[in-house]
């Protein structure tokens, strides 16, 4: 720009005294709209003490913001210093705390985090919200968790990692009764208490062997929470008494929107779940172990009676999932999961789950894990009078074994009239690992759908449109001009074959 120009000489004018006005009036902003600003400034990278004291130091008019905000010193964290604390602690004042303090991971000593702790517990009355985990500290400390109220508290977690201690029994009742939200991990409950979280919305509990309750605990319990929305249970539960008497009761949770239970033992997912009736729940997750002796049985007591979740509004026509290895089998949609395991007995329930879950409409993906399998009983599974409407098996998990089902789906024994007929008319994917050999029994399948020369005598899998095949050089090796032909097969019907070859 030439430095004669008009342009040049009006850049070198004064400012005007409204454009410095502005440039500086975050000095003339209101003191409770400075507060509020500096309050969530402190929240970006993570509540820190040591940040707002850093605030502190930018000016006087910030210092006294600072020192006049309660709320800005509310969050306190293991991190944060010992003295921080106890200053927090002062300039909070009478404003609610969020406390976030973990003896398992935090950076800090454990010696250096007690007294902090002991002071922060000494305050439980302005709790909000708390999530502490306690390990490895003085028995002494897990008593100041016994606090007589705790009127504003909302959310409490609470998640102990020592074993042998004597039970602590966290706010009930009219201790806490603004308490919606509670997440226990190894903390026993007065179980046999009414009313003690009448308010309670949100319940995870997972149990440790100091903190199992028993299953008639546990369901008695549950109806205690009269506006409950969510429940999780993880862990086991206490063992049958030495009577052996069965457990027989029935709750109605009529307000249960999220439901998830998972456990290890066989006294666990199915008990539990068979004694839950939730008319309003959307969402559902059961993960356990059965007996051998009453697979069928138990799976019909746990699931039966959520089935109508499986088939709710807007997911009838979305695709099922069903994965199964040797001793396990797991269903899910958008709105439930079932996994459920017992020795050598994966394709059973697989079976099970596929003659019970499925609508009509609903397509299904089969993923088979089955390194042991035997091939004709999982092809077995897939021969019913009324086949399943799989849309997508894979085999690529399935070994050696996957070639055999492949061999046994290419000449299936079931028959309609005087052809062999095909166990999945509604197939579209077919995902497997393979060698060579395995080549002929795919080129049998499609030859049969093409209807060229060497076809067996069975209808033809008119739908399957994919074909992956993974292998590993060497095991594919001299089989070059089965996938050019097998290639060939699928692009005459439109479809698609996708050859990936290993090392």
Known sequence: MDVASPEAEHLRQPVPSQIRTARTSIQDLPSELLAVILYYSTQLLGPCLARVQALGTVCSRWREVVKGTPKLWSRIRDDDPPGAIERAIRQSKNAPLDIGYDFMWSRRRKAEMERPFALICAHMERWSHARIALAGIPEGLFKSLAAPVAPGLEG??????????????PFQGDLAPLLHELDLH????EWGRKNQFRNLRILNISTNNDSRPSL?????????????ENFGFEGDLQPPGSDGTAFHYRIILPHLKYLSIKTKASVGAVDISSCLRAPACQNITLEGDLERD?????LARAIHHFIPIVHSEGTLRQRFTIALDQS???????NARFSFSADSLGVEIAHWMLDNLPN????IALDARLPGLTARHFVSMLSAESP??????DLSMAGDRGSAVIQDLSSPLSTVGELSRWPLPHLRNLSLSCHSNCLVGLLHMLRARAGTSGATNMTQPASLKTLDIRGYKDSLAGGEHLRVELEELMKGNGGLLACIVGF
């Open 186 to 189: 190894g903390m026993l409950i």
């Open 360 to 363: 009509e409409e609903a397509q």
């Open 388 to 393: 399943p409407n799989i849309t997508r098996l």
């Open 216 to 228: 008639p605990e546990l369901i008695k319990f549950l109806p205690t929470l009269p506006k409950l």
């Open 294 to 298: 009453n697979v069928s049985d138990a």
């Open 328 to 334: 396990s089998s797991d269903f899910w949609t958008p």
């Open 156 to 169: 409490l977690c609470l998640q102990v990692y020592r074993e042998g201690i004597a039970p602590i029994i």
